[in-house]
């Protein structure tokens, strides 16, 4: 997909024009680049980064927006390394600030924080090294650092930036405003000198605005990242049976971690009990519980002791646990953003996670009943606006992907992502001509004999015959269109309505109770009788048969060097992630290095972790090397199991309809999966040695440019691939060539 990156000026008309303090050239790139492989192990920046490092260390104020999982936190940690002085970094959230720390303090670096959380002595033993310059880092809550002593502290501890994270707390445009962050304005006042940063990770472009406005930035470097989160695999289903259906989805990920987020604490505890009765370690999050027990349940899953936790919205803001392979909503979300930001919590160490969202007609009914309950009409009308964009997310046919991005206002290329389910399993649709024109007339017909617009759920009463009190009062069972739908639930027909809202025949009217009326297209629709195509609503899926985009490794070591990684973990008292994270073990699991210089090459491998750790994970490798014989290469496929004997049964049924003359899209059609999902199945049979030639799909020139890539860098994720590549070829084209090159090196024939 085509994903616009940009640096960005926002807000500048509003901003005071007070100049920046000059300030020294920072470092040149060839000096970011040791600091940060020595201190952080990676060997490149991600996007952004290195802009938004350099223009803090130049002086400059600077926004920052990058997702979940950008590398925020790296843009103020690693400035703090190469210049003198204290860095102070915002933060309304406790648990995020110890995380951090404990990271920091694990890589050799030197952090602390100051919270209501420390035994006195503790604070003071803090300050005292504070005062004598042994820190970098202050993490600090909002409300501390306001306070008259810690201001009097900070003049003397030469502040060299004020770094505001979850900068979106400050705008009450946002989703999670608090007071406290709009007082931050004062310190442009108090250190008039010293260059601040905002960073978020969700915010539109009011929100944006507001938060350049309200910190008083000026003259900001303002850099808006992709809102993409290309690992991230996003899936809607029809919420039936959603215990049964959650179960099924975690039984699928075995000893993964996850969130399963609820809308009521009730549901949050009931889930949970239900999950540890069926053998799935799971632990409740809400605000029901006490302190020490929502601080305990969470270290246990940040520590990996629970596989699950069930929570309400309230989860997640503390912790940067890296290895949240799964996110479930058993419940509707109430809005795109905290949609956006729970789903955001997997993944972030950039391995393949799922997001599956539940959804059903009556947890729409159930919100608009909290929303109707609010006294402030402003309130009720945004909420319900909200609540909109959510159910067209959850019912839309199109790219997921796409929509979430241009929610956010980020444009992207037209085209499947290859990462959502509308995507990869394309619904199919129908003749919706005669649905369409019941529905279209009978707005048209309420509105002629009543003159005035009625909502949805008035329109279906009246199709499908209901009676009740509006009905007769307004004389509506007289009208031609009355109980001429009765041979459809009042269920389908708000499917139907919302779809003839997206394709914009409808329009809602949010400032006129959500009255609907007929829109010029819909005019026409109805009164030249246009033939109409409208998506099948959703179903539920087949089980999927593995993660698209999986590193291959040899998954009995990544077991081992998992558990390896909790027992040092557990030693040191830190969650495990803080070692190493996922990728960096399968990383090790496929290259399998046996010295210093191979395993200091591995991502997240800096000087001090390969002091500290290196020797007992080559030790580890070692040991399974040696015990089952394997070549230490990351070629090996056969000892790596990514070679298959056999076929999925599904696999089977779409290599019998391709053999029997059927093109991919015929057998798509067929069998109601998308074209990638049959691509998917062609390449299991190459690999498993059977016969198979896509007529068209590669010439000769283009299957040696993608073997000489995956000879280059392994046959690793499709990804990788295409971003070495560029997007000259399609994730089928790599799919498929990568199938051919792996069945040749097991010693099969391919098609």
Not at 36 to 58: N, S
Not at 696 to 706: F, R
Request: with cysteine.
């Amino acid at each position: 997909m085509g994903i616009t990156k940009s640096a960005t000026s926002i807000g500048h008309n509003t901003l005071p024009t007070t100049p920046s303090p000059p300030h020294a050239e920072g470092p040149s790139p060839d000096d970011l680049l040791p600091v940060l492989k020595r201190h952080f192990g990676f060997d490149a920046f991600r996007p952004l980064q290195e802009e938004i490092i350099r223009a803090t260390l130049a002086g400059q104020d600077v926004f920052a927006l990058l997702p979940t999982g950008g590398g925020k936190s790296l843009c103020f940690q690693l400035p703090a390394l190469v210049r003198p002085g204290l860095t102070v970094v915002v933060s309304p959230l406790i648990a995020l600030m110890k995380d951090q720390v404990d990271g920091l303090r694990t890589g050799g670096l030197p952090a602390t924080f100051l919270n209501s959380s420390l035994a006195p002595e503790e604070s003071r033993a803090r300050l005292r090294a504070l005062h004598n310059e042994e820190y970098r880092l202050l993490y600090v809550a909002p409300e501390r650092l306001l306070l008259s002593g810690c201001l009097d502290d900070l003049k003397r501890w030469k502040v060299n930036l004020f770094a505001v994270d979850e900068a979106h707390c400050v705008s009450e445009w946002g989703h999670d405003f608090r007071p406290e962050y709009r007082q931050l304005a004062g310190l442009r006042d108090l250190f008039p000198t010293v260059p601040m940063m905002a960073l978020t990770a969700t915010a539109t472009e009011r929100v944006r605005a507001d938060i350049v406005k309200s910190l008083r930035l000026r003259e900001p470097k303002c850099f808006v990242a992709s809102f993409n989160r290309p690992n991230l695999f996003y899936r809607v289903v029809p919420k039936s049976k959603p215990y049964a259906q959650t179960v099924a989805f975690l039984r699928e990920r075995q000893d993964e971690s996850g969130i399963v987020y609820c809308q009521s604490r009730k549901t949050t505890e009931s889930v949970a009990a239900r999950l540890c009765e069926d053998g799935i370690p799971a632990l409740p999050y809400h605000a029901g519980l006490t302190a020490q027990q929502r601080t305990e349940n969470q270290e246990r899953f940040v520590r990996d002791e629970t596989r699950v936790i069930c929570a309400t919205i309230a989860f997640g803001m503390g912790i940067n646990k890296s290895n949240v392979r799964f996110i479930v909503h058993y419940d509707l979300p109430k809005n795109i953003e905290s949609y956006y930001q729970e789903t955001g919590r997997a993944g972030r160490d950039g391995l393949p996670s799922d997001c599956l969202l539940l959804f059903s007609a009556g947890d729409v009914v159930k919100l608009k009943r909290f929303i109707d309950e609010k006294p402030d009409p402003e309130e009720r009308r945004v909420a319900e606006a909200q609540l909109s964009q959510m159910v067209h997310y959850a019912e839309n046919a199109e790219c997921r992907r796409a929509a979430l991005l241009a929610y956010f206002g980020e444009h992207v290329a037209k085209g499947g992502c290859d990462g959502c389910d509308n995507c990869a399993s394309p619904r199919s649709t129908y003749d919706g001509t005669v649905v369409a024109q019941k529905f279209l007339s009978c707005v048209f017909r309420i509105k002629q004999r009543s003159g005035f617009n009625v909502g949805m759920n008035h329109v279906i009463e009246v199709l499908t015959g209901a009676d009740t009190e509006k009905v007769r009062k307004w004389g509506h069972e007289q009208l031609s269109t009355y109980g001429i739908g009765k041979d459809q639930s009042r269920q389908d027909w708000a499917v139907i309505g919302r779809e003839l809202l997206r394709l914009g025949w409808l329009h809602q009217d949010a400032a006129k109770f959500n009255t609907l009326e007929l829109t010029t297209e819909g005019r026409s629709v109805l009164s030249e009788r246009k033939p109409v195509r409208l998506t099948q609503p959703m179903r539920i899926p087949e089980p999927s048969q593995h993660r698209p985009g999986e590193l291959p490794c040899d998954e009995a070591l990544f077991h081992r060097l998992r558990e390896l990684r909790k027992r040092l973990a557990d030693s040191l008292d830190v969650p495990a992630y803080l070692i190493f994270s996922d990728a960096a073990l399968r990383q090790m699991a496929r290259d399998l290095p046996t010295n210093n210089q191979a395993f200091g090459r591995i991502s997240g491998v800096g000087e001090r972790k390969l002091r500290e750790f290196g020797p007992e994970f080559l030790k580890e490798i070692g040991d399974h090397v040696r015990h089952h014989a394997l070549q230490a290469s990351r070629n090996d496929l056969t000892s790596l199991g990514t070679h298959r004997e056999d076929l999925s049964d599904t696999a089977r049924a779409t290599l019998r309809l391709f053999r029997q003359g059927q093109s991919v899209t015929e057998v798509a059609g067929h069998r109601n999966l998308g074209t990638g999902t049959i691509f998917n199945h062609l390449a299991e049979a190459i690999e498993a040695g059977e016969s198979v030639e896509v007529p068209g799909l590669l010439t000769p020139a283009q299957q040696t440019q993608i073997e000489t890539a995956i000879e280059q860098f392994g046959p690793t994720s499709l990804s990788l691939l295409r971003e070495k590549l560029g997007e000259a070829f399609t994730y089928d084209q790599l799919r498929m060539s990568r199938a051919y090159w792996i069945a040749r090196q097991g010693g099969n024939s391919s098609g």
